[in-house]
């Protein structure tokens, strides 16, 4: 299995952005899917979450300001980010689990990507 998170990038404060996951050797429709991130110093934390039935989770600190989708025919998660502030900067990782309580939970997990990189500058 792998998770090819891309996209990432420098942009300013109140940008936005869409990285792609492309997943191979799984079916995206079949697993719930993912978004992490992973600022300096700080613990990997949870900031999106799709279900296999599409139901989503978001935290509140981003709320309203991301969205998770899916395409199918591509097998590829996205994460859209608009309103990007700097606290916002950190590694994005694409996640996959079975069930949806695993994938929401970091150390439950099935599956990680590599990270792409996200900085937001002031």
């Known amino acids: 299995v792998q998770l090819q998170a891309s996209g990432g990038g420098l942009v300013q404060a109140g940008g936005s952005l869409r990285p792609p996951c492309a997943a191979s050797?799984?079916?995206?429709?079949?697993?719930?899917m993912g978004w992490y991130r992973q600022a300096p110093g700080k613990e990997r934390e949870l900031v999106a979450a799709?279900?296999?039935?599409?139901?989503?989770y978001y935290p509140n600190s981003v709320k309203a300001r991301f969205t998770i989708s899916t395409d199918n025919a591509r097998n590829t998660v996205y994460l859209q980010m608009n309103s990007l502030k700097p606290e916002d900067t950190a590694v994005y990782y694409c996640?996959?689990?079975?069930?949806?309580?695993?994938?929401?939970?970091?150390?439950?997990?099935?599956?990680w990507g590599k990270g792409t990189l996200v900085t937001v500058s002031s």
């Open positions: 996640a996959a689990s079975k069930a949806f309580r695993d994938v929401i939970r970091v150390g439950d997990v099935n599956y």
């Open positions: 050797g799984l079916t995206i429709r079949s697993y719930a």
């Open positions: 799709i279900s296999s039935g599409g139901i989503t």
